[in-house]
């Protein structure tokens, strides 16, 4: 029956262009999580940044305490040095003196302190202005892939949009009753609603055909469906 192996033939390449519809719609469903997966890269880096940000601000009300410790210290030595002059008795003069030794003993070692603290300062904020020229440039780079993946499912939708208007041309040409049939076996088949017999196989679920159907599909006198898959089968 030369009829319906043509309808068939003419089925088939209506599915091709199914199966490209269906290939870009995944894509485009791909889409979001790609764009969220971005967005979350760069908010693990911010997040890196912030953390840098934080080492810096820390060490820098480090500097400022031992600045105030520092600023006493100093005070108290003023204040005794004065009073130096003023004490009467040997003894609260020599203890006058401890004190003042002390507390430039003291001195010394938060001024070491505060020389490594402005050391780690320098160094932490060349690190945050690194980070955060890094995560400029990275910023811009998520930013034009997001707008990458965003003009691809604008040319995806505007692909489709073509292939429905050839789709829908070519489907004016296949007969109405096996298109019915075709739409309701592929749906929840991938799509896919009627294959090629390849060798002793189903094209479509890989299943090992009987050869009476092999034998049938080849005279192509009725529609006939593979036992496993219930796909129409087309033996080329
Ligand atoms: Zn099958």
Known sequence: MENLRQDLELLYELQEYDIKIENIRNSIDEAPSLIENKQ????????????????YVNLNSLKKEKDAILDAKEKTIG???????????????????LE????????SVIEDEILDLMDKIEKENKIVKDSETELKEFELKIKDEIAGIESFVKKCSD????????????KSKVNKNILGQYERIREGRNGQGICIVDGESCGGC???????LINQAQK???LIFCDNCSRILLKK
């Open 206 to 212: 890989g299943m090992v055909l009987r050869p009476q």
């Open 79 to 97: 204040k005794h040095s004065l009073e130096l002059n003023t004490v009467k008795s040997n003894d609260t003069y020599k203890a006058m003196l």
């Open 40 to 55: 979350k890269e760069l908010e693990i880096k911010r997040l890196e940044t912030e953390e840098k940000k934080k080492n």
């Open 100 to 107: 003042i030794d002390k507390a430039k003993a003291d001195k």
């Open 220 to 222: 192509c006198q009725e």
């Open 159 to 170: 692909d489709i949009k073509k292939i429905e208007e050839e789709r829908e041309l070519h």
